[in-house]
């Protein structure tokens, strides 16, 4: 069992929708991320959040936008997505010296 | 050139052979080294670090450094068809970096 846990599993929206990924770890672990994964690519870093802090943002566009309220938490809100958008999105949690650890992620569909 | 490089494969071996799975990474700087597994439809998990260069056992896998040549490795021994999976190699510059994947290498273990 995880220590991450994402909801949804499976996202189906059209491009005008907005919708909101979550992601919450119980892991008291301090940093936050999100990774996008797509077929044949590495896995790519979008955000990472530090103590509530955003630390990094890896160009993504703006129809993807994250929150965290704190450190157990974050989200990814989406709006006017894109069908290649289409993918795996990954949250996942560490320590400055432990691993990640990942959730199940939200296999999103764009249509 | 990739900052992480790894043969997509897949890489066939039959069960009970050992399967060995090569990783490149390009900055010089690197210090921390992972290895993740990835069934499909899953989320990755962590299954080996190394951080020194040789080796590092853990049941029947072990990863390898070479620090010098910039490639780490994974063997797995006595492979079994639920090794089926992708391999995902993982690459830290220091502690409070953020990690970097290659694409992965698909394993088949053949009955």
């Known amino acids: 069992e995880t220590g991450v846990t994402q909801t949804p599993r499976h996202l189906v929206m059209g491009m005008t929708n907005k919708k909101s990924l979550k992601c919450e770890q119980h892991l008291g672990h301090n940093a936050m991320y999100w990774y996008k994964q797509s077929a044949k690519k590495p896995l790519e870093l979008m955000f990472v959040?530090?103590?509530?802090?955003?630390?990094e943002n890896n160009s993504v566009p703006s129809r993807f936008s994250p929150e965290c309220p704190n450190s157990s938490h974050l989200f990814l809100h989406l709006h006017t997505l894109q069908p290649e958008d289409s993918a795996l999105y990954l949250c996942a949690s560490s320590t400055a010296n432990s691993p990640l650890h990942f959730g199940n992620g939200t296999r999103l569909t764009v249509t | 050139q990739k900052e992480v490089e790894q043969n997509s494969g897949p890489l066939s071996v039959p069960e009970g052979a050992i399967a060995s799975l090569n990783c490149t990474y390009s900055d010089r700087g690197s210090q921390s080294f992972f290895w993740y597994r990835q069934y499909s439809g899953k989320s990755p998990e962590l299954i080996m670090f190394?951080?020194?260069?040789g080796d590092k056992e853990d049941g029947r896998f072990t990863a390898q450094l070479n620090k010098a040549s910039q490639y780490v490795s994974l063997l797995i021994r006595d492979s079994q068809p639920s090794d089926s999976a992708t391999y995902l190699c993982?690459?830290?510059?220091?502690?409070?970096?953020?990690?970097?994947f290659g694409t992965g290498t698909r394993l088949a273990v053949r009955p």
């Open positions: 190394i951080y020194s260069n």
């Open positions: 993982a690459v830290k510059k220091s502690s409070g970096d953020k990690l970097t």
């Open positions: 959040y530090n103590f509530k802090e955003q630390t």
